[in-house]
């Protein structure tokens, strides 16, 4: 079955720190790049990082540069969100995607073909 999971979530007061793991089963992530998202109650999903199978490349949005880093361990077909600094605003429900049309992410402002594969996600909260 080809899908992602996402674990790694939970609760920290602001100013913590979490790494969020994103593990592939049934296909490689070499194959695309790959996305993560996360989605806040009441607010529409939006795109946090992303990371090309091609050559590793990264992009972030604006509301986390400088905090979050996304990385991947091809042997372990993972990839990670280390998130620091958090803040309450980062509290949201946190998935990952493959790129399904894509091996490079799309650089300067975020940008997605058509996302696939993805997770059931996993929760962060951010207390003030």
């Known amino acids: 079955q080809v899908h992602l999971e996402e674990s790694g979530g939970g609760t920290v007061q602001a100013g913590g720190s979490l790494r969020l793991s994103c593990a592939a089963s049934?296909?490689?992530?070499?194959?695309?790049?790959i996305g993560w998202f996360r989605q806040a109650p009441g607010k529409e999903r939006e795109g946090v990082s992303c990371?090309?199978?091609?050559?590793?490349?990264?992009n972030y949005a604006d509301s986390v540069k400088g905090r979050f880093t996304i990385s991947k361990d091809n042997a372990k077909n993972t990839v990670y969100l280390q998130m620091n600094s958090l803040k309450p605003e980062d509290t949201a429900v946190y998935y990952c995607?493959?790129?399904?049309?894509?091996?490079?992410?799309?650089?300067?402002?975020?940008?997605?073909?058509?996302?696939?594969?993805w997770g059931q996600g996993t929760r962060v909260t951010v207390s003030s």
């Open positions: 990371i090309s199978a091609s050559d590793g490349s990264t």
């Open positions: 995607a493959a790129d399904l049309e894509r091996r490079a992410c799309v650089m300067g402002e975020l940008g997605w073909g058509t996302l696939g594969y």
């Open positions: 049934g296909f490689f992530l070499d194959y695309y790049a």
